[in-house]
């Protein structure tokens, strides 16, 4: 692998030890996946953020970090923590939590990165250009980015992300070169997908088919007529968890797809193999729900303007979280969209999430219209699910 000057000056230790772990890190990656160079990104997305998940080793290791001088050199944010640090006691998390996951968000003010912790950063302002090298890890937002905005990245770890942060280069290997990019398999789908669900559905389809392809998944899908902003973040969300899917392309919808022809390996989904998709994602009854969230991955203003519309002057009788990031929260709270959706008796879970946030086996069911949540519900909450339409989801919270 080339390594110019000025990456030998890093990994030689010239600026401190957190960029020379932080370019250590990123050399053996590129060795083992077989990069020629390092390539500048402007663009990074950290995950690992709940102090759930990172434990007194982790936030070491952060720490550690940010007492060698480690700087992020490039635009970053994080993926949820777990927790909404503004909110958190409405939403049952402890005091002790409370004060660990501080301690985290801390460390990543240090490192120069910035704590809004979201896994939709393209909503707010972390939004990079066609063709653009970045490095982000949250599955959903590498699937986005890649597939939706032409953007280029792999699926980064937390520390190979930070370390990218911490250099502004990642190797280039896999999702930022061409050959990579190319489709392999065509995905016909002959079924109506129009919602959420019906997106999430489509993912969690293709993904149980393609997931123990070790070749490079990138499924080339026609017959999908049109697709909102959010249901191509659900997609991407379900189709990422469910078959490590990290691009798409689906012609007249994303940006390369003009650039590929379909390959001749072909699968066809009918609405049936959907309906059961779809089916195999609900397991509770109506009565069993005692948990509701919506906002996976993140909600954009317009799903939470819908929100306010459909709960105005209307009270939830269950437990109900809207998870998204600050920035966007903000915006709603300016458009009164908050205080109306609160009055209804529904609680703002922001920068964190369902899944994210330390809540395993507080609930029985939860009821949302996110195919990923389903999955994460049941593998780390151990609740049961029930998978329902947007609108569907808010009616059936009303009842
Ligand atoms: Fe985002 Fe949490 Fe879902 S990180 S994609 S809201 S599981």
Redesign the pocket.
């Known amino acids: 692998m080339h390594i110019t000057i000025e990456e030998k000056a890093l990994l030689s230790g010239e600026a401190g030890p957190a960029a020379q772990k932080a370019m250590q890190i990123l050399e053996t990656l590129g060795r083992i996946y077989g990069a020629e160079k390092m390539i500048p990104v402007n663009s990074v997305q950290v995950s690992g953020v709940s102090y759930d998940n990172l434990g007194e080793a982790g936030l070491a290791w952060l720490s550690e970090l940010a007492d060698g001088g480690g700087k992020a050199q490039v635009f970053t944010t994080l993926?949820?923590a777990g927790m909404d640090v503004e909110n958190y006691t409405a939403l049952g998390i402890d005091e002790t939590f409370a004060e660990n996951q501080r301690r985290v968000l801390a460390v990543f003010e240090k490192l120069g990165i910035i704590t809004t912790c979201s896994?939709t950063p393209y909503l707010f302002g972390n939004l990079p250009c066609f063709g653009e090298h970045i490095a982000w890890a949250?599955s959903?937002a590498v699937c986005y980015a890649n597939s939706v905005l032409g953007a280029r990245s792999n699926r980064e770890g937390g520390p190979s992300a930070l370390a990218a942060s911490l250099t502004g280069r990642t190797p280039a290997y896999g999702y930022h070169q061409d050959a990579y990019r190319q489709p392999t398999l065509h995905v016909e789908v002959k079924a109506d997908v129009l919602t959420n669900p019906d997106f999430g559905a489509l993912g969690k389809a293709i993904g149980d088919h393609v997931q123990a392809d070790p070749a490079p998944r990138v499924p080339y899908i026609t017959g999908i007529q049109s697709a909102s902003l959010e249901n191509l973040k659900s997609f991407c969300?379900s189709i990422a968890t469910y078959g490590g899917v990290a691009l798409f392309h689906i012609p007249g919808i994303t940006p390369e797809s003009g650039a590929y022809h379909a390959p001749t390996k072909k699968l066809t989904f009918t609405q049936s193999e959907l309906d059961q998709a779809k089916a195999s994602l609900t397991n509770a009854s109506a009565e069993e729900v005692d948990f509701v969230s919506l906002?996976?991955?993140?909600l954009s203003l317009r799903e939470i303007q819908r929100i306010a519309q459909l709960l105005q002057g209307k009270h939830v009788s269950k437990e109900f979280w809207v998870?998204t990031s600050r920035p966007v929260k903000r915006m709603a709270d300016r458009m009164g969209y908050t205080a109306t959706i609160e009055s209804a008796g529904v609680k703002f879970a922001t920068d964190t999430?369902c899944?994210?946030a330390p809540i395993k086996g507080r609930f029985n069911a939860l009821l949302t219209d996110?195919a990923?949540?389903c999955y994460?519900a049941e593998a780390k909450n151990r609740f049961k699910t029930r998978l329902r339409s947007f609108d569907d989801v808010i009616k059936e919270a009303l009842e």
């Not at 906002?295 to 993140?298: A, I, L, S």
């Open positions: 993926n949820p896994c949250e959903s969300a906002g996976c991955p993140h998870t999430c899944v994210i996110s990923k949540a994460y």
